[in-house]
């Protein structure tokens, strides 16, 4: 079953929100959805969402969480307490967090860390900028970024969501081929931490894309098979676009 995950960024307050997931909720009991639905609004309105989703199939995640348990930490907010307030998945290493907020591998590890002791899922994001697609060292990076993985030893369940930082927003997607190739690469790199022992998945990593995915592109991208879901950024804000894609 694929895993579709809605990413609403820092885009709607509460009230929008509760309209936006309590439609969805409703679209979701009426519809058929061969998918694993997550939402993930942000932090002030993560306990609104979960009441709407109370008896729903549609599953809640957070985007970011703090790499501390508790303690002094100002702003921060812990797996744990997400979990607390009804998330299942938590979004870690996301482009703009790495860029925006100087995130670096080790930060990205402990985060990881504390999402997985929480006992919630991570989606670890990875992805090139333009620059590094153009010059050719696309999976150098992404294996770079893999590498927060290693070591971590025993997950129970992850996502990595292949993210190219140049289709994030843009409207440009890479193509069918280069999609399937990164994410056969991505495979086969978790495959190596595993056979090293570095790692150990109890159950198969998915691997979802992200970047642009709208209802036109969405089915196609779907249709790969190294593709099991997707990231969906701009157009999950929008409601008649995103029962498009989960259709
Ligand atoms: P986008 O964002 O779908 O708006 O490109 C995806 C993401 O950043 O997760």
């Known amino acids: 079953m694929s895993i579709i995950i809605a990413n609403w ?25 061969d998918s694993t639905v997550v939402l993930c609004p942000s ?35 812990s797996a744990a307490m997400l979990g607390e307030a009804g998330c299942s998945y938590v979004i870690i290493g996301h482009s703009e967090r790495r860029s925006w907020h100087e995130e670096d591998l080790e930060l990205i590890r402990h985060k990881l860390i504390a999402v997985i002791k ?9 992805g090139e900028t333009a620059e590094q697609r153009s010059s050719g060292v696309y999976f150098d990076v992404v294996l770079s970024q893999l590498t927060s993985l290693e070591v971590i030893g025993d997950i129970d369940e992850i996502i990595i969501a292949y993210e190219p930082v140049w289709a994030i927003g843009t409207g440009k997607n890479p193509t069918e081929g280069e999609i399937k190739e990164m994410h056969d690469f991505i495979r086969s790199s978790l495959r190596s931490f595993k056979d090293v022992g570095s790692i150990l998945f109890e159950k198969d990593p998915k691997i979802v894309y992200g970047g642009s995915v709208n209802s036109s592109n969405c089915k196609d991208i779907l249709k790969i098979d190294a593709v099991d879901g997707l990231l969906v950024g701009g157009a999950s804000l929008v409601y008649e676009e995103f029962c498009k894609i989960l259709s």
């Open 9 to 33: 960024k820092m885009n709607i307050g509460i009230a929008d929100s509760i309209r936006l997931s309590s439609a969805l909720a409703s679209y979701a009991k009426d519809h058929f959805i």
């Open 43 to 77: 932090f002030t309105s993560i306990v609104a969402v979960s009441n709407e989703l109370i008896g729903s199939s549609i599953k809640l995640g957070a985007q970011d969480c703090s790499a501390y348990e508790k303690g002094a930490y100002t702003g921060d907010v």
């Open 118 to 126: 929480a006992g919630l899922i991570p989606v670890l994001c990875v």
